[in-house]
């Protein structure tokens, strides 16, 4: 039975490194999503719509290509 060799004393702090660069990346990428999306907040009858459009499968959008979703006033 084949086992692996003992990691040398570099290879954790290598990992580490590579780790703390990956969680670098993904706040970078986390950010930029937060900024493309708009966070005007969603009503829960428009959620519970755009739910039952996502989970019908036998629906298209051509019917709701005209449609806009229209903000209330504040």
């Known amino acids: 039975m084949d086992t692996n060799p ?3 004393p570099r290879e954790p702090q290598e990992t580490a490194q590579a780790a703390r660069e990956l969680i670098e990346l993904l706040e970078v990428l986390w950010e930029r999503g937060r900024d493309m ?3 005007t907040p969603v009503s829960a ?3 519970r719509v755009l739910y039952s459009l996502d989970r019908e499968e036998a629906s ?3 019917p709701w ?3 806009s979703v229209r ?3 504040r």
């Open 45 to 47: 009858s428009q959620l």
């Open 60 to 62: 298209t959008s051509a």
């Open 65 to 67: 290509e005209n449609c």
């Open 37 to 39: 999306v708009s966070s």
């Open 6 to 8: 003992a990691p040398s």
């Open 71 to 73: 903000r209330r006033p």
